[in-house]
């Protein structure tokens, strides 16, 4: 059942082989053919404006009032390239050596190998289109360094890359837009892709403004719709960022991927009340001056200024020697939660470590720290009220990105033919722990590079049936939506979805978060399918459908999200193993770091949906290691 079409020969020449072996549509057969490209962030906007470029009829989907609200445009810190601008050991060999060990081994080598590769073509491709690298004085780009490794590769704009490519992204696919080769469905959410004759040929929406159900037809469907962090309810993702249209196709067929391979950032800004319903992310990029510390003492209350050096525990640099304060997220998050369960978290929680820019500030002078980091520093004072120049900033680990995703094969095509998924939306690169600025990266891959040549050898090497949204499929869809949009309405209940939510992302965070367990997970899975029950018989939801109604919006959504939780803990439950983002109580090494078990865990879990109330099934993707040797990950 799992293919993942991995060319053959040797690694470097994989994907140059894939590309001559591809099929071509020639130019002038290319505007007879629909393609639908769901998500206009950074992967769907890079798509559909490059298959607008080579001349296909592109409509792209998003639910935002306009591509440029993505939550891409979010994204503060940087994206990765081999270009080796500093000099200073970087290659395409090192970027993918660092990823597949940054993800603990549970990445496809081919893919991160071609993820590294086209790097290099993203930057050239982004400057082109004007985006503002920072640069040094001389005019060159600029680089800094993330998490995970050991050089400066990271391109940046001050805090704001996501914001300043996606800029990019949005100017071309204007220009498609405007050239009449891309439609822009903006207020439009996907609810059910559609399968004709095994093949996804479109898809059901729901317009938000209005409330019409809609149907839309084409020869390819291509979802690159964002992660689902907010099954925890509090995460760093944009509040409405959700895994309905991933969620949908699973449920038609197409296989998920490592669904409990999640990524908690280290450097958010602490839960400060019980009614927040958002985290903020302070961008890793900050550990490349900010120094990590608490008190040695438990239980300390005197002011950050107050507690002299050597009674600060800087426990990043200590323990981790050779890469400090600079170790990859999940090292650096456990080690946060570790030492404010030990009870010395700062804060009025405790749930709290400080990130401290003193020598930063001695060492650089304080001009050239609000240079890099301004923006950043001034998001924290809004949020906290506190001056990040004078007094250490106080984060702590919170949900973030999702490596898991739909299952795809080499060429970004999911198990259903004809619909394929890129960006965060996939099961991703990244294995079980993403590097820092590698989701930009690797959406920008998929986007520009992946989907714009295979998308079109699909086109061309595929027997298309004429297909209208006449056909019964189309009809069996659209009566499927309405039907569930029916049901919440008719609930009447008392409880609202964000309680639900609430309560869901609780469970979440408790037992399938930072750490889990064999009892932890087991109680989730006895809870979740209790509050989805009380979901279906005591939800509350006011106003119609027939108009705008964003209880209603927020229903649909989390009525996915409560499915998607009972498989992330199932999968969670499986994998017995530690291994990057998914720690296991269980499988530690003896100075507490995660156990990886490669002898029976060396595999992407792909769940195959049977049906409401059935239990999924589990198939496997054994990972095979030939250029990056197994080993256990270590940054001491
Ligand atoms: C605060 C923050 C900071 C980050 N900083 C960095 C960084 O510095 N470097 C880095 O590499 N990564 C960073 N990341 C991760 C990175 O931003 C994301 O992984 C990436 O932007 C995702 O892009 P995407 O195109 O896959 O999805 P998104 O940008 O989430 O876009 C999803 C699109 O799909 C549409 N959509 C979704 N569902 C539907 C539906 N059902 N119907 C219709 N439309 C739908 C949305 O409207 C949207 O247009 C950060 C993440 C966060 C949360």
Sequence with gaps: MLEARIPTGPIEQQWDKCRFEMKLVNPANRRKHSIIVVGAGLAGAAAAATLGQQGYHVHCFSYHDTPRRAHSVAAQGGINSAKNYRNDGDSILRLFKDTVKGGDFRAREANVYRLAQISLNIIDQCVAQGVPFAREYGGLLDNRSFGGVQVERTFYARGQTGQQLLLGAYQALEEQIAAGRVTMHTRSELLDVVIVNGRARGIVTRNLATGHIERHVADVVVLATGGYSNVFYLSTNAKASNCTAIWRAHRRGALFGNPCFTQIHPTCIPLSSEHQSKLTLMSESLRNDGRVWVPKKKGETRAAKDIPENERDYYLESRYPSFGNLVPRDVASRNAKEVCDEGRGVGSSGQGVYLDFADAIQRLGLEVVREKYGNL???????????????????????????????????????????????????????????GASALMQGLADGY??????????????????????????????????NRIKMLLSIKGKRSPDSFHKELGKIMWDECGMARSEAGLKKALARIPWLRDEFWK???????????????????????????????????LQRTESCGGHFRLESQTADGEAKRDDANFSYTAAWEWKGTGQAPALHKEPLVFEHVPLSQRSYK
């Design 377 to 435: 520093f001034d998001i924290y004072q809004r949020i906290t009220g506190e001056d990040a120049y004078t007094v250490p900033m106080r984060i702590y680990p919170a949900p973030h990105y999702t490596m898991g995703g739909l299952w795809v094969d080499y060429r970004l095509m999911t198990t259903i033919p004809g619909l394929f998924a890129g960006g965060e939306a996939n099961f991703s690169d990244h294995g079980a722990n993403r590097l």
């Design 449 to 482: 590079f992946v989907l714009p040549c295979t998308v079109p050898d699909y086109i061309a090497s595929t027997k298309l049936d004429p297909v209208d949204v006449s056909h019964p499929a189309f009809a069996d869809a659209e009566a499927e939506v309405r």
């Design 538 to 572: 005591n939800l509350k939801i006011v106003g119609g459908e027939d108009e705008l109604n964003q209880t209603l919006e927020k229903a649909n959504r989390v009525s996915d999200f409560l499915e998607l939780a009972e498989l992330m803990c199932l999968d969670a």
